[in-house]
């Protein structure tokens, strides 16, 4: 069993910058990947940013390419969205997401609330 505990969320204005953080209850590099995932009203959930967690390889949804970063410390079990320039659009509850070695489970935290607003 993975638990994934996100925190960081919160008001900002728009060109603001919020950093989100997610621990896990294990090892990072015991799963294949970590990532970001955020839902708004009336929409799907959508994947924001992915990291894996031997190589520094990543992804980015193109909406927030250039905006967002995501980084892990696998010393700290944390993966880490960097979120600079927002947008009201960027306005959604962010989850944190991690993916088992054999692509077999999924993981998801509680999610943390993101307002870009004026």
């Known amino acids: 069993q993975v638990r994934l505990v996100e925190s960081g969320g919160g008001l900002v204005q728009p060109g603001g910058s919020l950093r989100l953080s997610c621990v896990a209850s294990?090892?990072?590099?015991?799963?294949?990947?970590m990532g970001w995932y955020r839902q708004a009203p009336g929409k799907q959930r959508e994947l924001v940013a992915a990291?894996?967690?031997?190589?520094?390889?990543?992804n980015y949804a193109d909406s927030v390419k250039g905006r967002f970063t995501v980084s892990r410390d696998n010393a700290k079990n944390t993966v880490y969205l960097q979120m600079d320039r927002l947008k009201p659009e960027d306005t959604a509850v962010y989850y944190c997401?991690?993916?088992?070695?054999?692509?077999?489970?999924?993981?998801w935290g509680q999610g943390t609330q993101v307002t870009v607003s004026s």
């Open positions: 997401h991690a993916l088992s070695h054999d692509y077999e489970y999924d993981y």
């Open positions: 294990v090892s990072i590099i015991s799963v294949n990947t």
């Open positions: 990291i894996t967690t031997s190589s520094d390889s990543t």
